[in-house]
């Protein structure tokens, strides 16, 4: 046979389409209706295969062809059409379609044709039934739109709601992140801050111990220059002093102790010359003393012979009487013998005792009585007052 389809006949292998038609097929529920579609088909190459369709086709035209799988395929599809109902058909055209290309599929392949596709082109019929179906539908479609819409007016409300319950968490997320970001940020800057013064502050608390300390060393430098200032000063100031004593024992001391040698020599002379002055004097004096003693010694004689003789004469007068005759004759020997010292002007005792001149004077006292016993005879210890 292939020798006789490759010689003699031929057999088309080209794409063949075919549009089946089923016109008032009753479906399950009795309604008469009309279905098209549209199949494309071919010959199938497999050498198995090919054999089946050689032996169905070969030498046939394509119109031939056609014929007979439009025939098988249109038988399929009222078949099919009446185990379903008018909804099923309508309502999923794709799976009917798929159905029926799997219910004619191995018909067709058995010889050697195989069903490239098939789709449902049309559906009506003659009553209006789609008509109904399809306002019913279409109620049916346009309630369910609105409940539809509602739901999902209601269902986008709540995603919206949702969306904004998750934006505004989100948002609130972010800001409550980027409130821990910004006080992480600023704590992170009030540590940096926190160091870097501390910093600062170390540096500046280093910088003014370093001015300090060298404060202290100029200080110490200072105190240094002034201790040398003050060393010098101190040894001009002992130069000065120095110089300022010289001066003194030069300009003062020295003739001062001039003055003084001068003053001293002076006083010597001056004592000296008082010495012997006053010795001279008392040599003077004491010849003066002696010449007048010597004179008042003979006048007191002879006034003691007088008196003697007024004695003699008067030896007949009572005690009394002769007293009376001493007492008054005593100013008068008195004044004879301080005569002398009255011409005196000054009287020294050469004496460096003060109780010596007081024994002198006693002495002069103690013995004028003696005296006075001597040159009148009377005894002037005996004379009562």
């Known amino acids: 046979p292939h020798n006789e389809c490759s010689v003699n006949r031929t057999i088309t292998l080209e794409i063949m389409t075919l549009q089946p038609k089923c016109e008032d097929v009753e479906t399950a529920e009795g309604v008469a209706i009309t279905v098209t579609g549209v199949a494309q088909v071919k010959v199938m190459t497999d ?88 306002k019913s539908q279409t109620a049916a479609v346009q309630r369910d739109a609105d409940i539809g819409v509602a739901e999902a007016e209601r269902d986008a409300g709540i995603r919206e709601a949702e969306c904004k319950k998750e934006m505004m968490d989100v948002k609130f997320l972010a800001d409550t992140k980027m409130a821990d970001s910004k006080r992480g940020l600023e704590m992170q800057k009030a540590a940096f801050n926190q160091e870097v013064n501390t910093k600062k502050a170390e540096a500046q608390l280093a910088y003014e111990l370093q001015a300090a300390k060298e404060q202290q060393k100029i200080r110490l430098e200072e105190i240094e220059i002034e201790v040398v200032q003050r060393k010098k000063q101190i040894t001009i100031e002992e130069k000065e002093i120095d110089r300022t004593e010289k001066e003194l024992i030069a300009t003062v001391k020295r003739p001062a102790e001039a003055e003084a040698y001068k003053m001293q020599q002076l006083a010597e002379g001056q004592k000296m010359k008082k010495v012997l002055t006053a010795q001279a004097e008392a040599e003077k004096i004491r010849r003066i003393g002696e010449a007048e003693a010597g004179c008042i010694e003979a006048i007191g004689k002879a006034e003691a012979e007088k008196m003697r003789l007024k004695a003699e ?10 007293t009376a005759l001493v007492l008054e004759a005593l100013p008068k020997i008195a004044g004879k013998v301080a005569a002398p010292l009255a011409q005196t002007q000054d009287i020294v005792i050469l004496s460096g005792d003060g109780s010596r001149v007081t024994s002198e004077v006693n002495r002069l006292l103690a013995e004028l009585p003696v005296s006075v016993n001597a040159l009148t005879g009377v005894d002037l210890m005996k004379v009562k007052g």
């Open 47 to 134: 050498n198995e295969l090919l054999a089946y369709a050689c032996e169905q086709f070969l030498g046939k035209s394509v119109m031939e062809i056609k014929s007979v799988i439009l025939q098988t395929l249109e038988g399929h599809l009222r078949s099919i059409l009446g185990t379903l109902t008018v909804e099923q058909i309508y309502q999923d055209r794709d799976r009917f379609a798929a159905l029926v290309r799997e219910v004619a599929a191995p018909d067709v392949g058995r010889m050697g044709i195989e069903i490239l596709s098939f789709t449902i082109k049309d559906v009506y019929d003659k009553v209006e039934y789609l008509s109904s179906l399809g």
């Open 313 to 322: 004469a008067y030896q007949h007068y009572g005690e009394a009487a002769k």
